[in-house]
């Protein structure tokens, strides 16, 4: 039970670990842009239109660039340890 609570701890405990976030987070994004990308594909089969195709690439860069200062940090505390 000890070695449950502390994985659990590990994982839910957002303070004392933050990086454990990603656990969660990383999984979460794949889903959803593997959606935003199913949507974009169906529509451009469907009916032509490459709009959503933009929107979704669009998102995919505005992805990157937010998750790129949280991951240096990541990184780099990875790396200190």
């Not at 405990?13 to 999984?27: D, E, R, Y």
Request: hydrophobic share 55%.
């Amino acid at each position: 039970m000890s070695r449950f609570r502390a994985t659990f701890d590990a994982l839910f405990n957002w303070k004392q670990n933050p990086a454990s976030v990603f656990v969660f987070v990383v999984p979460l994004a794949l889903v959803g842009f593997g959606c935003m990308g199913a949507v974009a594909y169906l529509k451009w089969k469907m009916t032509g239109d490459l709009v959503y195709t933009g929107i979704f690439l669009a998102g995919i860069c505005l992805l990157g660039l937010a998750l790129l200062p949280a991951y240096r940090i990541h990184r780099r505390l990875t790396a200190a340890r």
